[in-house]
């Protein structure tokens, strides 16, 4: 399964990344690099949090970063 996220303009106040497939699965950052490694390390945990077996190569297998929309 593919894990789509989402990176965002937060109304002056950074970026926000977030999961729309995993309930919750949010972060705030400074830039949008920030954002990037925030939520690729939020949707880890919350899949780590499933107790279910994760792939060695996680990042790479399981997550799918959408077409940026910075503003």
Not at 11 to 29: E, K
Not at 31 to 38: G, I, L, N, Q, V
Request: glycine share 8%; hydrophobic share 40%; net charge positive.
């Amino acid at each position: 399964m593919t894990y789509r996220i989402t990176i965002n303009g937060w109304a002056g106040r950074g970026y926000r990344a977030d999961c729309p497939q995993l309930p919750g699965c949010r972060v705030f950052a400074d830039s949008p690099e920030a954002a990037r490694r925030k939520i690729h390390d939020a949707v880890a945990g919350y899949v780590a949090s499933l107790d279910v077996a994760l792939p060695r190569e996680l990042k790479r297998l399981y997550i799918r970063e959408a077409d940026e929309q910075l503003g």
